[in-house]
């Protein structure tokens, strides 16, 4: 049995716990809930010792989806590559508009500071965003026709 106040015995029954009105021992039952749930959100790759941090997990999940519905065809298109080919790494020049709007979204990343001005730079997908993607397939439907792809990688010397 848990005591605790009216306003957090609320959220504790929530939780599936038995509540009293003794307001004694709230904070203690509070504190013994915290540690369990970040010891638990420790498996998940959440901070040890933090109540708030399944909070801001919650949040950068929930971000991440709204992200994903919010594509335009002309990012689902240069999305569309990296799926469907399989493919790990795909070059963008630095002054192309959707691929920095995606890094800027982080489902891209600038893969190596080295890269040619007109072949492009190197940029990977999101190991997060590939999960997505492998779970919803359908998430790009609706996209423009793919861009060439540039050369990329070494030079023919």
Known sequence: ???CCSRRGALLQRLGLTVSSTPTACTSALA??????????????????SLFAPLSMIRRV???????????PDEKAYLLRYVTEQ???????LDDGIAQGLVV??????????GDLCDGFAYNL????????AKH??????ANKPPDPLPGGATAW
């Open 1 to 3: 049995m848990v005591y």
């Open 32 to 49: 013994s809930l915290g540690q369990s749930a970040s010891s638990r959100l420790s498996s998940f790759g959440g901070s040890r010792g």
């Open 62 to 72: 929930l971000g991440r989806s709204k992200v994903m519905r919010e594509l335009l």
């Open 87 to 93: 493919q790990n790494t795909q070059y963008f020049r």
């Open 105 to 114: 979204k982080h489902l891209i990343y600038q893969a190596a500071e080295v």
């Open 126 to 133: 999101q190991p997060w965003a590939r999960r997505y993607f």
């Open 137 to 142: 397939p359908d998430a790009l439907d609706g």
